[in-house]
């Protein structure tokens, strides 16, 4: 369970402040894929960024688990991601010097798990996205859409409760974000992971157990509760 309460973030450049979350209060139960929607600028970055504990609210709580993390020092938030929460990212970020396998297995190391259970769990997840006869190749050999299935494996290999996407598939053609969806869904699933996904993307909607509308920095309530009245 995800419970943020009234967050507020203001990014400050010198005098200038951009008021980027103005207040967002929201729940995510256990479980649920969830998408964050909304236009270009309206604060879903901001939003995931904090709920994932990569920054930190302006003002606000976050309660995760039954941890209220927005009372934890940056080791505790360091910690608490590692033990917990998962991440992938538009861009992939993987790390391109390493193989596949050990992409994935490095995520399990830095955890402080034993390194051959670290290659066991790296393999059975890279089974699972469809990557088990790609283990011992180099990052710049695979598409896009396979770099995308190794940060999920990555993202998964720790087996966290909760997975944050940011746009995931902003850089894939639709075939190749076709795949990445239905494999966060089964992951969803089938793990019963809760997935938290930054999207732009209408089609997108139709993946989501609950979509969450942005406005400038706002729930946007009135869009949400047209989406309601039309899915009823
Ligand atoms: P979205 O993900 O919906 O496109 P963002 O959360 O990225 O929206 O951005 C919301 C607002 O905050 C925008 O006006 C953006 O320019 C601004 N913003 C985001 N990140 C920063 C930052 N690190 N510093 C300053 N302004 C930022
Ligand atoms: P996304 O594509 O995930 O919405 P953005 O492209 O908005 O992300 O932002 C990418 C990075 O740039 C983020 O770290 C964000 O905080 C930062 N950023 C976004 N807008 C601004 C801004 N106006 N000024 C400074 N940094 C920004």
Redesign the pocket.
């Known amino acids: 369970m995800i419970e943020a309460r009234d967050l507020r973030k203001i990014?400050r450049?010198g005098s200038v402040e951009?008021a980027?979350l103005k207040g967002v209060s929201l729940a995510i139960d256990d479980g649920e894929f969830v998408g964050i929607m909304?236009?270009?600028?309206?604060?879903?970055?901001?939003?995931l960024h904090q709920l994932g504990l990569l920054d930190t609210p302006t003002s606000g709580s976050i309660v995760i688990s039954g941890t209220d993390v927005s009372r934890l020092d940056d080791e505790g938030r360091t910690l608490f991601r590692l033990m917990h929460l998962g991440y992938v990212f538009q861009d992939y970020a993987l790390v391109t010097d390493l193989d596949v396998l050990e992409n994935v297995a490095i995520s399990a190391i830095v955890r402080g798990r034993p390194v051959d259970e670290c290659y066991a769990a790296a393999r059975e997840v890279l089974e699972r996205v469809g990557l088990g006869r790609r283990l011992h190749h180099l990052i710049g050999e695979l598409s896009g859409g396979e770099q995308q299935r190794v940060s999920i494996a990555r993202a998964l290999v720790n087996t966290p409760a909760i997975v944050f996407a940011d746009e995931p598939c902003a850089n894939l053609d639709t075939e190749n974000s076709q795949i990445v969806l239905d494999l966060f869904r089964r992951i969803n699933r089938d793990l019963g992971q809760t997935i938290v996904m930054?999207s732009h993307e209408p089609w997108h909607m139709d993946y989501f157990d609950r979509i969450v509308f942005?406005k400038d920095?706002l729930l946007d309530t009135e869009r949400m509760r047209e989406e309601g009245l039309r899915a009823k």
């Open positions: 990014y450049m951009v980027a909304g236009p270009s600028g309206s604060g879903k970055s901001t939003l930054v942005m920095g």
